[in-house]
C-alpha cells in the first residue's frame, strides 16, 4: 500500500508533469530580459497537422497550432 507522502507536488495539485514543465517553462520565458524573451517565446509556438484516416487511407490534413486564436 503506497502512501501520499511520496507524491510530487504536481501530481497532488492534479497536473501532469507535462503541465507542470510548460508552466515553469514559460515562466522562465517571461522572466527573461529582451531580446530573449521575445526569441525564447517566438521558439514555444509549435504547429502541428492532423490526418483522420478512412478506408486505409489519410484524408487531407489539417494544420493545427497550440496557440489561442
Known sequence: MAS???VPFWRAAGMTY???SNICASMV???LKEPYKTEA?????VH????KWAD???ERPTVR???PE
Open 65 to 67: 497550432t497550440d496557440q
Open 4 to 6: 501520499n507522502a511520496a
Open 48 to 51: 502541428f497537422s492532423v490526418s
Open 29 to 31: 520565458r517571461n522572466c
Open 18 to 20: 507535462i503541465t507542470y
Open 41 to 45: 517565446i517566438s521558439r514555444e509556438k
Open 56 to 58: 486505409g487511407k489519410p
